[in-house]
């Protein structure tokens, strides 16, 4: 699998923008692709159309699982967004990681290994750090082959680029390992002198590493972000979507092509175990769902997402074993109506069955 990280220190250069964008454009393109928010704002989480107020699980949760030995799986709290394209999703809460792990060398290399133990088969996974360069980036360039530095070339600044090709050249040193580095502009207005001679500039900083497809400005990048959605899905005639698909292909050409190599220390989930759980409707505000497999518990953690509107959603990783589950719809039980399994209950009422072999 590919990692591919997007980072600048700076704010607002177009790093979500390309995490969503370049991610759905693999996903387009046929591979299997994973997005991982590492912003504890959840721009792409929320970007990609997740409400702000949900509460739920994340990518916090993966991390701070790992740390206590727990070795939580990420496939737990994925969620499906379209065809070949998953969310690893994030959450305020990740704001407080850096504490938790302040004096802990390992830790750098977490999302390292959560991405190691993987059983989905993904090509790619393509990571959103935070404008800063603490705890959270640190572990997304570990995890990274590639990083993609996004430089807004309408307020031109390499403020802060400096600052993270130090980061990069401090993991080689310490742990060996040496992502590949590209620039890519952004926001760039082709009818001005000022964006090439910038070019120029970059090219300074970065010699042969600056891609040369950029992203040119749009007004359907806003658009397709207020509406929760990235660019192929809302509207992929458009400039930028075209921009995007470009410059993934240049990012395909540069990359030697994705293995999926089954590796020997692997903890390998058969696939048929991470069961996808689904519920249509359009009147509700919240779905959980409650079964054997987690003491028939409503929590954060047994919520549904709201994939698109009325389609709720749920991945769960499940034992082989046998299961009564059913769902709670703003308080009230039903079964699975996607289930014909059913069975009575000792309440007099009905659940739910599902097998797992
Ligand atoms: N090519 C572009 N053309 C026009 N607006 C853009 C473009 N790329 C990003 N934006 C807008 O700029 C703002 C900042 O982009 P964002 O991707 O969130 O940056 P970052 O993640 O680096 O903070 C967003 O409102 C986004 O919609
Ligand atoms: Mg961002």
């Known amino acids: 699998m590919h990692v591919i990280a997007i980072s600048n220190q700076k704010g607002g250069c177009g790093k979500t923008t390309s995490a969503i964008n370049i991610a759905a454009s693999l996903a387009s393109l046929g591979k299997r692709t994973l997005l991982v928010d590492m912003d504890p704002q959840a721009h792409a989480t929320y970007g990609l159309g997740v409400r702000g107020d949900e509460p739920r699980v994340s990518i916090y949760n993966v991390l701070t699982a790992q740390s206590e030995k727990k070795h939580k799986f990420l496939e737990s709290v994925i969620m499906p967004v379209d065809e070949n394209f998953d969310l690893a999703p994030s959450h305020v809460l990740l704001s407080t990681i850096e504490q938790e792990f302040l004096h802990k060398d390992e830790s750098v290399s977490q999302l390292h290994e959560v991405l190691g133990r993987l059983s989905f088969p993904y090509e790619y996974a393509v990571i959103d750090c935070p404008p800063s360069l603490g705890f959270l980036t640190f572990n997304a360039l570990r995890a990274a082959d590639t990083v993609l530095v996004p430089i807004e070339l309408g307020t031109f600044s390499l403020i802060g680029v400096g600052k993270l090709l130090s980061m990069v050249e401090l993991l080689r040193v310490k742990m060996r390992h040496t992502p590949k580095v590209y620039a890519m502009p952004t926001m760039v207005d082709t009818r001005t002198r000022f964006a090439r001679h ?114 709720w959603q749920k991945r769960v990783f499940l034992e082989p074993g046998r299961y009564r589950y059913k769902f709670i719809i703003d308080g009230q039980w039903v079964v699975d109506p996607s289930n014909e399994r059913i069975e009575q209950n000792p309440y007099g009422g009905l659940d739910s069955v599902l097998e797992i072999h």
């Open 198 to 311: 910038m070019i120029e500039e970059i090219r300074a900083a970065f010699g042969e590493n600056v891609l040369s497809s950029a992203i040119r400005q749009s007004v359907s990048i806003r658009e397709s972000q207020a509406r929760g959605a990235a660019l192929v899905k809302y509207d992929p005639k458009s400039r930028g979507c075209v921009d995007y698909l470009i410059l993934t292909q240049e990012l395909l050409n540069k990359m030697p092509p994705a293995v999926v190599l089954p590796e020997p220390e692997r903890i390998t989930i058969p696939s048929d175990r991470l069961k996808d759980f689904m519920f249509k409707t359009r009147t509700a505000q919240e779905v959980y769902l409650v079964g054997d497999f987690n003491n028939w518990r409503a929590s954060p953690e047994s919520r549904l997402w709201q994939t698109e509107e009325g389609l």
